[in-house]
Nanobody, 114 residues
Framework: QVQFLESGGGLVQPGGSLRLSCTAS????????MGWYRQTPGKQREFIAR???????TIRDSVKGRFTLSRDNAKNTFHLHMNSLKPDDTAVYYC????????WGQGTQVTVSS
């Protein structure tokens, strides 16, 4: 079972950038596809992007061109690089393997506001 610790969120102005980090423990993530998700109050968690174990990325249309992914298997970490942030990107962001582990981390809050 893999556990996740998300970090790097915060308050940023529209147009700003953030880098979110996902630190995994309990097992190595090198053989897993990894995903980022986000959730706003009253809504279901939604998929944002996926990075396969071989390095192929799949990005949700609403963030394509603004968000990119990277991973450091040696450090068992996975990152979401977010640029040109919009207020609609405000959410709690989570990472998980794909297919998902049963447990999720606490997430990291991203707030985009002037």
């Amino acid at each position: 079972q893999v556990q996740f610790l998300e970090s790097g969120g915060g308050l940023v102005q529209p147009g700003g950038s953030l880098r979110l980090s996902c630190t995994a423990s309990g097992n190595t993530i090198s053989s897993y596809d990894m995903g980022w998700y986000r959730q706003t109050p009253g809504k279901q968690r939604e998929f944002i992007a996926r990075l396969s174990s071989s390095g192929y990325s799949t990005i949700r249309d609403s963030v394509k061109g603004r968000f990119t992914l990277s991973r450091d298997n040696a450090k068992n970490t996975f990152h979401l690089h977010m640029n040109s942030l919009k207020p609609d990107d405000t959410a709690v962001y989570y990472c998980n393997t794909i297919p998902n582990q049963n447990s999720w981390g606490q997430g990291t809050q991203v707030t985009v506001s002037s």
